[in-house]
């Protein structure tokens, strides 16, 4: 684990090269990963998920969402350093752009959700991610985590795995990886 010191300064480097290989990840499709994440999401059957809107380069959870049996929620970025907030969605939802450009649902109840489904710049073998660095996700399951238990799954092209992804003490590690190549769960 890095220091409260080191930790930003390897993080931003990290994120530098993380933004490189899923661009050319994202390049060469994605394959089957939206199934397989379905299959995994097949379990969770009328429990609450919260997904994401695809950016940029991102990989593309909205087909696996689709067919989720049970409510469907996006996040909200209500201000910097709070948790998000779920709003619920569904294909055909009236959708605007919130902060950071990413899409949101018009209006809509406010859902608390049991599953998750985490967008990432990289991942690791212990299921640590690295994110976009506003700490919107760890701050989140953290809070999740503390009231009820959560299942966090990362979301990314196999390219995104890194040999070791640099920590805090206010990192959260997922549950499960899905990628094209396959799902990978951590103890």
């Known amino acids: 684990m ?5 930790a930003p300064n390897l993080k931003a480097e990290a994120r530098r090269a993380a933004f490189a290989r ?11 990963a939206a199934e397989l994440l379905a299959d995994v999401l097949s379990a969770y059957q009328g429990r609450i998920l919260a997904g994401y809107m695809p950016m940029r380069t991102e990989i593309d959870p909205l087909p696996a969402m689709a067919v989720h049996q049970g409510a469907v929620g996006v996040p909200v970025i ?16 009236a959708m605007r752009e ?25 991942f690791d073998a ?3 991610r690295l994110g976009y660095g506003g ?15 959560v299942v966090a799954v990362g979301f990314a092209f196999a390219a995104q795995e890194v040999p070791q992804v640099p920590i805090d003490g206010y990192d959260q590690p997922l ?8 799902v990978r769960w951590f103890a």
Do not use: C, S
Request: net charge positive; glycine share 16%; aromatic share 10%.
């Open 22 to 32: 899923r661009k050319m990840a994202f390049a060469a499709g994605q394959g089957q």
């Open 78 to 93: 209500i201000g910097p350093g709070v948790p998000l907030r779920f709003r619920e969605w569904g294909p055909g939802v």
């Open 98 to 122: 919130g902060a950071f450009g990413a899409r949101i649902p018009a209006e809509g109840a406010w859902v608390e959700p049991a599953v998750l489904i985490v967008p990432l710049l990289a």
């Open 135 to 149: 700490g919107f996700y760890d701050r989140t399951l953290a809070g999740l985590r503390a009231r009820h238990n």
């Open 175 to 182: 549950d499960a990886v899905v990628t094209e190549q396959g």
């Open 126 to 128: 212990r299921g640590y």
């Open 2 to 6: 890095a220091d409260d010191v080191t």
